[in-house]
């Protein structure tokens, strides 16, 4: 056992570094209130503090950062969307991600690894074709490939014709990645907090105070304390939030379960995702396969975990992989999904002057945790918001401009 363990061990201090300081009382006051420590409420943190000099900044987590979503999906990062504007928006992301190790000087064990929507129906290949040209006129890398490509792309697939679904192509996306999702959130967390953002954790919003049609104050269960402007980044919880600032939003929460297996040898490289057998699965750097299948069947508000989801996720696993039936799994988790009509997200400004939104992430909010960080700082900067998102506000439902993006869900709804 090396020396500095066992010192550490014997030492009746706390000889390391702290990685987040001792959590201080709340202050009376901030300028701006960031309601969620999720990646993407603690993104917003770090560039209102590193880019915009905005450091009176608390972060408000009823549990523990990265505990929500955030530590609750499939990791997996693409930009292979279905309309102009969802396309650039994931591709910044994309790109934010690439670098993000060394502008956290953290690492968050980026992995891009290819990533394979597969098409078992004529109507999934049209699909496909049309993201795939959508996807190139953006300049993203994304191709329509056939059987004999993916028998040599991905080997272990069963290419066999003698199933219920054969696969007859595949949309391929060779810029999809992987990424620990924890650390992307306590790398954030670290760097802001190093700036002077405040990070309560254990910390529950119980009201948000209006005078006049704004927000001035937030009351929690550790006190009340004003501030300039407030944001909510609660995936999961985003309508019982909202409603506290009096806003109804389109959105119905949904829990969505994932389970990684035993840990295996590397064997599979690419993520693989299978629209019409509800599957999506790749392999982390630990080995586990990390797989996931559609929603639930109904809303709730509950991340409990069901035999009944095991078991058919297993059993379409096995129509892709069938050498993997010894394998086992070890843990199995849900997260809540807030569903928006068009499968896009909900970003920027309400009509309450200084709230601002970063809701209904769906099944696709990790990948947008650098880009929503970046994009909801300038707004809440800047008094403007940023053309990148300007497709997502909340008001595109009253007057039907939506952005439908269901046919690049990885997940069966
Ligand atoms: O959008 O890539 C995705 C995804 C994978 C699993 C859930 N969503």
């Known amino acids: 056992m090396p020396l500095g363990l066992i010192k550490y061990g014997l030492s009746s201090g706390y000889p390391g570094k702290r990685f987040l300081s ?3 009382e709340l202050k009376s006051s901030y300028d701006v209130i960031i309601i969620g420590g999720g990646g993407h409420g603690l993104a917003t943190a770090y560039h209102l503090a590193r880019y915009h000099g905005i450091t009176n900044v608390a972060v408000l987590e009823k549990g523990y950062i990265g505990g929500g979503n955030t530590g609750r999906n499939t990791a997996i990062i693409r930009s292979n969307y279905l309309t102009p504007e969802g396309v650039a928006f994931y591709e910044e992301s994309v790109s934010l991600y690439r670098q993000l190790s060394q502008e956290l000087d953290y690492n968050i064990l980026y992995s891009e690894r290819g990533h394979f929507t597969l098409a078992h129906t004529d109507s999934a290949l049209r699909t496909s074709r049309w993201r795939a040209e959508v996807n190139k006129h953006l300049g993203i890398d994304s191709q329509l490939v056939y059987r004999d490509d993916l028998a040599r792309l991905i080997p272990q697939l069963n290419l066999s014709e003698d199933v219920r679904y054969p696969i007859l192509g595949a949309l391929y996306h060779p810029p999809g990645a ?27 919003v119980t009201d948000i105070e209006m005078t006049d049609g704004r927000v001035t104050g937030v009351v929690t269960d550790r006190g009340r304390v004003s501030c300039g402007k407030a944001v909510q980044a609660v995936a999961g919880a985003s309508t019982i939030i909202a409603n506290m600032a009096g806003l109804k939003l389109p959105i119905r929460t949904i829990p969505l379960q994932a389970c990684v297996s035993q840990p295996l040898k590397p ?3 690419p993520i693989i995702v299978s629209g019409s057998l509800h599957v999506y699965i790749s392999q982390s750097d630990r080995g586990e396969l990390v797989m996931g299948g559609s929603t639930d069947p109904y809303p709730r508000y509950q991340t ?6 095991i078991e058919g996720l297993m059993s379409h696993v096995l129509e892709l992989l069938p050498h993997l039936s010894e394998v086992q799994v070890m843990r199995q988790w849900a997260g809540m999904t807030d569903m928006t009509p068009d499968f896009a997200p909900i970003m920027g400004e309400t009509d309450v002057e200084n709230y601002y939104i970063d809701a209904g992430w769906g099944t696709w909010g990790f990948k947008a945790t650098p880009v929503c960080g970046k994009r909801m700082a ?5 008094g403007r918001v940023p053309a990148m998102i300007a497709p997502f506000r909340l ?19």
């Open 22 to 24: 001792a959590q201080p």
């Open 304 to 309: 409990s975990s069901s035999l009944d989801f």
């Open 395 to 413: 008001s595109r439902f009253e007057n039907f401009d939506l952005v439908g993006e269901k046919g690049a869900a990885s997940v069966g709804h």
């Open 178 to 204: 992987i990424a620990r999702h924890d650390a992307v959130a306590w790398g954030y967390a670290g760097r802001a907090a190093e700036r002077g953002v405040e990070i309560h954790q254990g910390t529950t």
């Open 378 to 382: 300038e707004m809440i900067a800047t």
């Open 267 to 269: 064997f599979l490289d």
